[in-house]
């Protein structure tokens, strides 16, 4: 067993569609566990085009307006299966997918759409949780405030 350290840093988006007034969230599938689409920043690479590069490929959306204003951090430790211990840096974006066709990459099972309420049960890190709950926040403000401005005179 190895006790390398190593660093990554990662960026991804958390992806929601609107459906009849509820909010679904992308999760893709690997080893049973749900995901947001994510990977690591490439060099010379930003974290924004690393974040829309890993949308793509893992999940073939091309199509997202991303919400402005939204930018997480988690960082935490994981062991690789060599036994390096990582300390991963993970960035999360948030944005509407404009197309609800997914296309998995070779990483992955499979995908879902699932509401909040469900991946909360589903979900086991509390990191994910946590920015999931701010996702559904964030958007829910600024739905309330676009909607506040498209009514005003």
Known sequence: MSSIRVKE???GFIVFTRENDCLKYLFLKVGGRLDF??????????????????????????KIRILPGFRKVLNYYYKRSDGALVSKTLILFLGEAL????SVSWEHESFEWLSLS??????KYAGYKEILKEA???????????LGKWFSN
């Open 136 to 146: 559904e926040e964030f958007v829910n403000k600024q739905i309330g405030s676009s």
């Open 99 to 102: 197309d609800k066709n997914v």
């Open 9 to 11: 840093k990662s960026a």
């Open 118 to 123: 469900e991946a909360l049960s589903r979900i």
């Open 37 to 62: 689409p994510k990977g690591n920043i490439e060099e010379n690479e930003d974290e924004l085009s690393a974040a829309l590069r890993e949308l793509k490929e893992e999940s073939g959306i091309e």
